[in-house]
């Protein structure tokens, strides 16, 4: 396979415009996809012609609007190109107005109360900046176009249509911000960029036919520790096993054909747990990109006998899985607005970037920490592998360095890293970068992008960006104007210098560059007055806020109804996940881990009786009668945990019933059934234990 031809050959990019439009409707097409012209009917028309051409000889057979509703996942609907003409004859049909338009029946969607069940009509509406693409399979191929997604009314029912809004916010702050500083000469516009770190598990398909908690939650809910976890740090960017190689090739090869830029494949801290990252692209396509890489990801293990499991935490106590949301702002002429350059403490315009992001990210770490909010990630945040549930930023020594001399009124100097010399003629030397790296921390700059290592790997990142991209939107207007204003009495560097140090002082409180796993963060944090949401009970409230509500509205992103409606999904996708969990765990226990018990559990009593009367003594045999002893107690308690499991399930549940009720009942039932795993014969266990699924491949 050749990479450098083969890149994008399904979608129709600019270079398959170019083959099958007129020279003119592409030419027209070029200024849409610029923004400089809006699309009109005429050339609608034509591009249809020319997308259905190119798909048609491409082997497709359908079409369809792609699009991303409020469920997570996308959604499709298939047309067939073609009509039966007078002749009885087969003809191929497919008009702009098809291809801008769809009428996908929206009742059956989430959309929080906007729409009632009989109110169906929903509207979806060709993204043109993101390139269409051929979803092809065996047996045929379908040209997927995407889409937003919206009701009647006209409100947003998608994940694509607030983050182009949070985009465009962003993009109108910036500019204004480059425009102050005098560098928005020759830029048209700024773009939010986008590079997401997927991780994964990949477990063999066999063991979820065996596991009904893998097959329905895509998770394991019971499970004892293997002996072996990760403690060797065997694993971790180690030889990659030639299954897992020919599954990667297999996945990078569809990536590719796909227009998706991927770049980084290795094993990560998990056994059985993998990376792939993809070179950055601007938000909005990047963020199409990510849903066709998970798609991608879990169909083609399918194809090699493994699960993909996207689950940020498919098992207990081993690392589980993030996105890391690698995020900066670029002008279209390629200038890269979070990049320091040499002299830092020089660089105003990107310290005001910088100190944007950062009053961005303390007044709103509460809707931050929303924005990730799952009932998977709750797992996740705060375990002893992921950054806690408190956002923080993490801003390496050469950053802090310059922000404390600007906060003292005298900035003089950068920090710089220097060359490294190993000690061996035979090793080249190296530079080093003038900070560390923290692997601990929710938000953190690196080098020239803030990392946002939060968000979970099953999350679709539209959400984490547009609120990002929100907030950020605010503070660049808010620090934009404070400049404005200084500039009546004092010159642009002064000026600058004198918001920047008021915004230090107000929020460095959000910098912290130690050990953010560490017990005395969270002490500190809590001294410092941040917030520490633990729980998607905490979290999602935060967004019903009046702060929240007022910053949405005023960056056109999303109004109060469709805010309140979005937070009303993710209360109720936390309960009915956990809802789920709560039914699948009690039915393996009633079905399997009780019934296996209580199969040993009689064993043990026969061999006890059997062994006692033939000894005719009871005495020899005291530590066996306290193993049944305890067996039975631990069934008793499974039965009971269970029962009550069982009537609060049937409640009507708040996400705070399940924090404070079904979570620490399925704990304890948890805990019941992994002692019972450490007791119960291998041959009577049910079901696969972790040590088989997690190493055996
Ligand atoms: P790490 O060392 O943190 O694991 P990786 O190399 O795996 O980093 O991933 C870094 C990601 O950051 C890649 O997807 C890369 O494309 C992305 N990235 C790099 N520069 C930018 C940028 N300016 N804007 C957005 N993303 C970026
Ligand atoms: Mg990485």
Avoid at 252 to 262: K, S
Avoid at 429 to 442: A, F, K, L, M, V
Avoid at 537 to 553: G, H, Q, R, T
Wanted: charged share 25%; proline share 4%; hydrophobic share 35%.
């Amino acid at each position: 396979m050749d990479y450098s031809t083969n890149f994008g050959s399904l979608t129709f990019n600019k270079k398959a415009m170019k083959n099958y439009m007129q020279k003119n409707t592409y030419k027209k097409m070029l200024k849409i996809l610029e923004g400089e012209n809006a699309m009109d009917s005429k050339t609608a028309n034509e591009v249809a012609e020319a997308m259905k051409t190119w798909a048609i000889e491409n082997e497709c057979t359908h079409y369809c609007h792609w699009f991303q509703p409020l469920t997570g996942s996308t959604a499709e609907k298939h047309d067939s190109f073609y009509d039966p003409d007078n002749n009885e004859n087969l003809i191929t049909n497919f008009s702009g107005k098809l291809l801008v338009r769809g009428e996908p029946d929206a009742s059956s969607f989430p959309s929080g109360g906007i729409r009632d069940t009989y109110e169906a009509r929903g509207y979806t509406a060709w993204d043109t900046s993101s390139p269409a693409f051929i979803n092809r399979n065996e047996t045929g191929a379908t040209l997927c176009i995407p889409t937003a997604f919206v009701s009647w009314t006209g409100e947003a029912l998608d994940k694509k249509t607030p983050l182009l809004r949070s985009i465009n916010a962003v993009n109108i702050q910036a500019m204004r911000m480059l425009k102050i500083f005098g560098n928005d000469k020759g830029v048209k516009k700024t773009i939010t960029t986008l590079g997401c770190e997927q991780e994964f598990f990949l477990i063999d398909e066999s063991f979820v036919e065996e596991r009904e908690d893998l097959l329905l939650c895509g998770t394991t809910l019971i499970g004892k520790e293997a002996p072996k976890g990760h403690q060797l740090d065997d694993h971790y960017f180690g030889t990659m096993k030639e299954r897992v190689l020919a599954y990667y090739h297999d996945v990078e090869y569809q990536l590719l054909d796909l227009g998706v830029p991927f770049k980084t494949r290795h094993n990560e801290v998990a056994p059985a747990q993998f990376e792939l990252a993809p070179t950055f692209e601007n938000a909005n396509v990047a963020t199409d990109h990510q849903m066709i890489t998970m798609h991608v990801l879990k169909k083609t293990a399918k194809d090699h006998g493994f699960c993909c499991l996207l689950h940020e935490k498919p098992f207990a106590r081993i690392n589980g899985s993030g996105k890391h949301n690698n995020w900066s702002i670029s002008t279209d002429t390629g200038l890269n607005l979070l990049d320091p350059t040499e002299k830092t403490h020089e660089n105003i315009q990107f310290l005001t970037f910088l100190c944007s992001i950062i009053q961005a990210v303390d007044k709103h770490a509460d809707l931050l920490r929303a924005s990730i909010a799952s009932a998977g990630n709750d797992l996740r945040l705060g375990g002893n592998e992921a950054p806690p549930a408190i956002i923080s930023i993490f801003l390496g020594e050469m950053l802090t360095d310059i922000l404390e001399q600007i906060e003292k009124g005298k900035v003089s100097s950068t920090k710089k890293g220097g060359i490294m010399n190993l000690g061996s003629t035979t090793i080249a030397e190296i530079s080093r970068h003038s900070g560390d790296r923290n692997r601990t921390s929710p938000f953190a700059f690196t080098g020239n992008k803030f990392e946002f290592r939060a968000p979970g790997s099953a999350c679709s990142i539209a959400w984490p960006n547009t609120v990002l991209n929100t907030i950020i939107a605010e503070s660049i207007d808010e620090i934009a104007t404070k400049i404005e204003l200084e500039m009546k009495s004092l010159n642009l560097e002064k000026a600058v210098y004198k918001v920047l140090k008021e915004v230090i002082t107000k929020h460095k409180k959000v910098c912290f560059d130690g050990d953010g796993y560490s017990q005395n963060w969270e002490k500190e944090a809590i001294g410092r007055g941040l917030p520490n949401l633990k729980t998607c009970a905490d979290a999602l409230p935060c967004l019903k806020s009046k702060k929240a509500l007022d910053v949405f509205e005023k960056y056109d992103v999303l109004t109060n109804v469709e805010l309140k409606a979005r937070v009303e999904i993710l209360e109720e996708q936390y309960v009915t996940n956990k809802e789920i969990e709560a039914r699948t765990l009690i039915s393996m226990m009633s079905t399997q881990i009780i019934p296996a018990a209580e199969v040993y559990q009689f064993e043990l009593a026969k061999n006890l009786n059997t062994v006692s009367s033939a000894l005719a003594s009871k005495n020899k045999t005291k530590i066996q009668q306290a193993k049944l002893n305890n067996l039975t107690n631990i069934i008793e308690e499974s039965l009971d945990l269970v029962q009550r499991l069982i009537q609060q399930e049937k409640k009507h549940l708040s996400p705070s019933d399940i924090k404070n009720s079904i979570i620490p009942l399925m704990d304890k039932i948890r805990s019941c059934s992994d002692e019972l795993e450490g007791i119960i014969p291998d041959d009577l266990w049910p079901i696969p234990k972790y040590s088989e699924i997690l190493f055996l491949f």
